[in-house]
């Protein structure tokens, strides 16, 4: 039996629980038990909380049963370390609703590596402020909905985004230059699945206009930043962060192009640890078992 | 006549001004006149202030005089352009002073490159708020000053240091992990020619333990930024900044070790470009012609 | 007069000659004397083989007269210097051909930019061995053109190829992963103007499935490379290198997969090069005024 | 109890065997049984050899028993799955013998490292075919042992070497650019225990004057390769590497000094892991649980 990497169904377990002797032990005896093949395993022990974490895959057919006996089975495992748990399935392809404004780059991207089988999801439908980008995406035998948004009242627009997510039944949210900031109870509908890509490494320039505080204050890098949206504005978890080098020769508008290509290999990169249950958050913290 | 970058004598034209026609025809024309051989040029022209940048190095023998009379016969095209300007001899060595408290990362990386001819400089003496670093700054054949600073009162120790500095008579100094604020009146003493080691990507994590400040909120990547000090704490023109990846795995422990090294290459850097005369400061912020 | 650093009109001055006392004076003087403003300046002297490379942008509104009297002017000067040069207006969008084969990231990644006006270009036609991203492309609006390939005979596509090239009157030819062998009479047809990505960190892994022989050799970062084609095999000038880490945890597939970055990162960068006359060669080397 | 994960002692597992269910299970299941503390785990499953490969570290107070009765009880688990394996005390400080010539870069770097606490390992002896670097060492209160070469017949030296090696008790032995080819028998009698550090992004410009080849070439990044050294030259398996970018400006003897960052970087980062028991040699490559 021979394992591809790219294609064979996998179930994904993960795990985070308070840190004791024993857990692996447990974990991979009860996977052992059934003969489960483990094909990729990741933990980290957080000295400083006494957290622990694990993310294992198993190869599908190795087990004598499906998910959801598998969940089943796990459970009893689960509550004797106070695990908080989940059992994925790689087959499963996450559905992600993609939200954009006027900008295309990072969007385009997600397309490409989407239609090229790079990223293994569903997208349901693009929503946009703007009806700039349908087109294109509709290319892509993709819905676009328009919702606009009446910059002095905004609540119309959040209800019918949030209603249209709800409607696509979405597993993430990735908010791919939006550019509207999102209230804080949509945010609390969906913790940890709302993903953005921010303009700045984070927590520097925290806000508007990223690039012309760079540029204001000399830096001589500049870059992007991947974060679950919470409440507080630029302030969730982040998932990666990367930068690009930057001299005085670079006007402020050259800063905006050069960070549109740190922005969406970032935003790719947060992505696909998301879809593929790679990040696990603590306090205002990620593991990325990548 | 063949060039040897490394060691042919040159002189450092730089210069500052407001943008205008017929800058750079004036000065090369100038140098040609006398049959001055051009080894390296930059120049910059800031959009934004109109302003106007340049460095250029000319080779010392191919000129029919000496730095005096260079400088003379420069100051009608200076004047006429109103140019900040300056011009250094590269036989010239800058004399630097470095400044240490007990960590040797930075100190040792700056004498290693000094001992090997990487580094073009003088250093006078090594100043400290401690004796731990004595033996090895001698061993160099280097004087090591001790100046204990009383917390209650850090009045005589900067007293101390500004003598000592001053009898040094010091082009630049180097905070190589000093670890102590420098009152304003020193820096305005020395504007632009104190230069720091900040251990994080300003204006990330401005003030202390930086790196407990970026373990907290979750950072991917750690940097370090070299900057000159001015009165305002970490807010000075940034001369270079790098970056280096971490991950949970990373406990702040690691950061401080793995910082290290961003610290000192990113210093090392930086110091470079200042003696070689390849800073220019505008504003806040600075043309670095690498 | 305010200037535009992404869209004002400009001449590029391109140089290579011997290098001697006064080009850098002629040139500016020259310029000078009809109140050019040169936007932007490079020089480099190299000190083995004593040539001298010069690119200097001139601001064309500045001058009183276009290009061509431009060029026809500054004929003398370039005659006293030997020089090899060029003047070329940055508004005269260069026409560049895509050529492709069935993989799209490279393709699309140029799209992209070439639609978000990121990449001042043209797209006469987009030419590939195979007909699978027709429809990608036309809906840009750019015509596509199927030449098929006969492996066992390739010359009639080359020659198809080729009239096709000619046809579309190409100031350059971007091979954007189109996989096949370029004939050596089409290279010299077009010195310089081809430009190629390869996805090894040449001179590593020349030749065919390059990133196999990297994971046989258990390299720890794979590259791409982007070079002007010649008639040996992977052996032309390079423009443009990158590289991205993998470890033991990345399978062939996968370093195929995180390749595609690096490469379409590093063929837009080296086309960019190449559209704004950055570029300039000798001997099998670059100068890139970047 | 906490740990300190810098200091506490930690016994650390390394396996590589035959992939197949179960092992994880029986090696966690073992440590649990004794109720051990499991701070730090990797493991990774090769595809496409079928071999797995772990890395567990173990809390030593957590364990009833020491180094000796842990190997003894584990030797029959891992005879039942065929593993290779070792059981290291991360408190039995590495024996590490360092090599080098005249150049003092590397050396600088690991010596600095050592003295600071951030490798921990003891140096029985640096050897050098010069005495050039005496002193340097001797201050640090490492004894130096210099072994002359005789060009033309290299035997001696080497039997010297291989003698003073051997009297040194060296669990590792650092070639820090000590600029000579080591023997075939001496290969031998320490397989994957001779770290090397290459001035090349290896398999580019194997053999001498590495940067003479890159500059030749053009490339637009240098590097540097840390290797198991094998009787093939330049040959044996990748611990780490990295790159450094490099421009027209740069000549070769600036990537000579640019490169020398690199090479320390990277000979620090792969000793590092060597001594931890990080690296894992299978075939010619390596896993490193970084």
């Not at 791919?176 to 509908?189: H, S, T």
């Not at 012309?212 to 679950?228: L, S």
């Not at 990367?242 to 990169?269: I, W, Y």
């Amino acid at each position: 039996m021979a394992l591809d990497p790219q294609n064979t169904q996998r179930y994904r377990i993960t795990i985070s629980c308070p840190d004791k002797v024993g857990i692996v032990a447990a974990v991979t005896q009860f996977i052992s038990e059934y003969n489960g093949w483990i094909s990729e395993a990741h933990q980290f022990a957080d000295a400083e909380s006494c957290s622990f974490f694990m993310r294992y895959e198993v190869v599908a057919d190795s087990l004598p049963f499906g998910l959801e006996e598998l969940k089943e089975k796990f459970a009893p495992v689960a509550d004797k370390f106070q695990m908080n748990w989940n059992i994925t399935d790689s087959a499963a392809r996450k559905r992600v609703v993609l939200m954009v404004s006027k900008e295309a780059h990072a969007l385009s991207d997600l397309l490409y590596r989407w239609s090229a089988g790079e990223l293994n999801i569903d997208i349901p439908c693009v929503i946009s402020n703007h009806d700039k980008l349908r087109s294109y995406v509709e290319w892509h035998g993709i819905p676009f909905i328009h919702v606009p948004v009446d910059m002095s009242n905004k609540e119309p627009h959040f209800q019918a985004v949030r209603e249209q997510i709800a409607a696509a039944d979405a597993d993430a949210i990735v908010l791919a230059k939006y550019m509207q900031i999102i209230p804080e109870e949509l945010c609390e509908v969906y913790p940890n699945k709302i993903i953005n890509i921010h303009h700045s490494f984070l927590p520097s320039f925290i806000g508007a206009r990223p690039y012309h505080q760079a540029a204001e204050r000399g830096v001589k890098q500049i870059g992007a930043t991947c974060h679950y949206v919470t409440s507080e504005l630029d302030g969730g978890p982040i998932i990666e962060q990367d930068v690009q080098r930057v001299t005085h020769h670079n006007s402020t508008q050259d800063m905006v192009r050069l960070g549109k290509d740190v922005e969406k290999a970032v935003l790719a990169r947060g992505l696909r640890y998301h879809i593929e249950d790679r990040v696990l958050v603590y306090g205002n913290k990620t593991v990325v078992f990548a």
